[in-house]
């Protein structure tokens, strides 16, 4: 999953970005305004992390003004503002959630969790499939009751192909959602996944749709 983190205390934002990047979540951090606006109006993001006082202007605008575009993508507040009216103002604006700071790291992504299950209509935690169910909270897999060690990469493929599982996912879908700013992408790097997790939860479990892409089997 990749997210857009506005954030711009340094070490607030560093901590941050590393502990959801070891849970496997890309994450592109910026520290004002104007360019969380450029990066909104360029990249494909499930989930925005948004700081309230900002350089260049406050997020609360920013939020404004995404929601005035329709733009339904969740946003995560993330602030010191603690005083029950910014709190009002915030999720008035079209936050969906207000987390105060200091605040712990598994708590903010059980809060982002919570916020894609909505995002993409689901109610039950866990993603599953011919037997294989993953759980996005302990990032366990098991397939027919066994578990299966995946790696990060394999995990956050596995996870945004259980999430549509009838849609065709193509190569540039997935390396945009997988990898964030600054990473290096082998140009084979979703092929050498999916054929890990082939070889893991079996050859016919992800199918080749030639030319376009990736989705879930078996086959139709």
């Known amino acids: 999953m990749r ?4 954030e711009d205390d ?4 560093e901590a941050i970005r590393a502990g959801l990047k070891r849970l496997g979540l890309a994450v592109d951090w ?14 494909p993001f499930e989930l925005l992390l948004l700081d309230l006082g900002l350089p260049g202007g406050d997020g609360l605008g920013l939020l404004k003004e995404l929601r005035g575009r329709g733009s339904s993508l969740p946003v995560l507040l993330i602030t010191a503002r ?11 604006a079209g936050a969906d959630d ?24 689901r109610t039950e935690p866990h993603l599953g499939h011919l037997g294989v169910v993953l ?9 027919d009751g066994d578990e299966v060690a995946l790696s990060p990469r394999e995990f956050a493929l596995l996870e945004l192909l259980l999430e549509r599982p009838g849609a065709i996912l193509s190569r540039g879908q997935l ?12 140009s084979n790097a979703v092929e050498v996944h999916i054929h890990g997790l082939r070889r893991k939860l079996g050859a016919r479990f ?4 030639r030319g376009v892409g990736y989705r879930l089997g078996p086959e139709p």
Do not use: C, N
């Open 30 to 43: 910026v520290r004002d305004t104007g360019a969380a606006g450029q990066a909104l109006a360029t990249e």
């Open 10 to 13: 340094s070490m607030i934002g």
């Open 206 to 209: 992800i199918l080749t749709v």
């Open 82 to 92: 603690d005083a029950v009216a910014d709190r009002v103002a915030g999720l008035d």
């Open 3 to 6: 997210l857009l983190l506005v």
């Open 175 to 186: 390396e945009e959602r997988l990898y964030g700013w600054g990473e290096e992408v082998e």
């Open 98 to 121: 207000y987390l105060v700071k200091p605040f712990d790291l598994d708590e903010l992504a059980a809060r982002i969790r919570a916020l894609l299950r909505r995002k993409s209509g």
């Open 135 to 143: 759980d996005p909270a302990t990032h366990r897999v098991t397939q």
